[in-house]
């Protein structure tokens, strides 16, 4: 089979581009060298909505933003994917960090975001009470929020199976061919695909896979941001995004409610030698505990439930890489994607889509696509009443399978069956919270793993955590 488009990688950019195309009558195709969908940037980063006063005003970034935030709540609340419009403080410790926030609130009004003001810092502690005496002014951003990264990709790229995309994991592209307009990926594994248009979303990996066609004319910078994840008892300390002064590195260390009550710090900002240079070190976790205090007096960092690293895709350049090749007919690069990536992505892929148009690529309407997707959490949405009913039916709803988090078995299995299917621990994880608590896991991975040997047909040796040869056990007792 020739596809009409092949994507490679499945991130927040390549699901919601998939997504995208389904809105037409095409053959598409996702790529994904890994074990499942958002295992990259798209699975360890803050899920801020950014407002849109950062980018600078004239590049695709700020264009992207101030048109992507409404879009992405719209989008969001369409895949019955957990976002909130919380709004955020742009906090400012001395008089020239001041400076700087009126010039943000500047570029901001340049890029036409809306429901922005520069506030005293007496005022921003009334609106946040928990936030440090030290800070002197902020910037008030009522449009931006906070979204599930990781669920909203799993939801992009399920929406866009559900109406006809298909889904190849572990195809980790190892060389590209064309010839007489067709495209040609062969995978590590000796796997292939064919498509008349190929579409360049590898994150990290996106300069490789240009280089694959002999068009890298951009290099991937990977920028390393550690963080740390506290308790629900943390959650309350503020209830907005609290950032700093960005400086050239980054927009800085944050303390964000997330959309599932825990509070989240970070991240640090360092050039790392590879996407794959995801290890949390003492200095910077350190940085971000001494940072966020300094925001946000009395958090108990004794709250920590687990710290991760997240790789950001940057390049020199600053601004977003969408546009097609000019030496390869038929190569769209999605490149660069770095802050505020996540914010942009319903945008992203409506520009990407576009420049597929001006290309060649024939879009006919799809009468039936639909754009919403089944709510994964409808049950435990449910009142009290309703689920005893529902459990009437479906007992394995009422078989708790994470105490933590409340997770059952019922749920479980669902997200399983579910496009796009997991195979392993973490996606289970990223789909329910299952092992997502305070004990990340300790008591519920065996019963997990359980669920997953019968659903997939495999025997509990070959379940795994996160895809590879991260193997939970390594064989029967007695064998």
């Known amino acids: 089979m020739v596809y009409d488009a092949v994507i490679i990688g499945a991130g927040v950019t390549g699901g919601m581009l998939a997504r995208e195309l389904m809105k037409y009558r095409l053959a598409v195709c996702i790529c994904e060298k890994e074990n499942d969908v958002a295992c990259g940037a798209s699975k360890a980063n803050s899920g801020i909505v950014h407002g849109g006063y950062d980018p600078v005003p004239g590049t695709l970034k700020a264009r992207l933003n101030a048109a992507g935030v409404e879009k992405l709540f719209e989008t969001a609340k369409l895949l019955h994917v957990p976002v909130k419009r919380c709004g955020s403080l742009v906090c400012a410790f001395s008089e020239a960090e001041a400076t700087r926030i009126n010039e943000l609130y500047e570029r901001g009004l340049k890029n036409g975001i809306s429901g922005i003001s520069v506030i005293t810092g007496a005022e921003a502690r009334k609106a946040e009470p928990n936030l440090s005496p030290e ?11 906070i979204v599930c990264p990781y669920e909203l990709t799993i939801a992009a790229v399920g929406n866009a199976m559900d109406n006809g995309a298909e889904l190849k994991l572990n195809f980790e592209a190892e060389k590209i061919t064309e010839k007489g307009g067709v495209f040609t990926v062969i995978s590590k594994n000796g796997e292939s695909v064919k498509a008349r248009y190929l579409i360049n979303c590898a994150g990290g990996y996106s300069d490789k896979i240009a280089e694959l066609l002999d ?95 997240g790789v950001r895709a940057s390049e020199k350049g600053g601004d977003f890489i969408i546009e097609p090749s000019k030496r390869v007919k038929g190569l769209l690069h999605v490149a660069a994607i770095d802050s505020p990536g996540l914010t942009c992505c319903v945008a992203i892929a409506e520009y990407a889509a576009e420049q597929l148009k001006n290309m060649g690529l024939r879009m006919e309407k799809n009468p039936e696509f639909n754009p919403r997707r089944e709510n994964p959490h409808a049950f435990r949405e449910m009142t009290d009443s309703a689920k005893n009913e529902y459990i009437k039916i479906h007992p394995e709803y009422g078989r708790i399978v994470c105490r933590c988090e409340t997770v059952s078995e019922g749920e479980i ?22 092992g997502m608590g305070r004990c990340q896991g300790g008591f519920c991975a065996p019963y997990v793993m359980k669920i997953l040997s019968e659903e997939n047909g495999i025997p509990m040796e070959k379940v795994t955590k996160n895809g590879g040869n991260s193997y939970m056990v390594s064989e029967r007792e007695g064998e």
């Open 135 to 145: 800070v002197c002014a902020a910037l008030s951003v009522e449009n931006s929020g």
């Open 413 to 434: 299995r669902d997200a399983v069956r579910r496009n796009p299917k997991t195979f392993d621990i973490d996606g289970i994880k990223r789909r329910t919270r299952a």
């Open 215 to 309: 068009d890298k004319f951009f290099e991937i910078i990977p920028r390393a941001g550690e963080y740390m994840l506290l308790d629900k008892t943390e959650g309350s300390r503020v209830s907005r995004t609290i950032f700093r002064v960005p400086t050239k590195e980054g927009k800085g260390v944050l303390v964000s409610p997330t959309v599932d009550g825990n509070l989240l710090t970070g991240p640090t900002s360092a050039a790392v030698a590879s996407a794959e240079s995801r290890e949390t070190t003492p200095e910077g976790l350190d940085t971000v505990a001494r940072l966020a205090s300094n925001s946000v007096p009395g958090i108990d960092f004794r709250g920590v439930i687990t710290s991760f690293t």
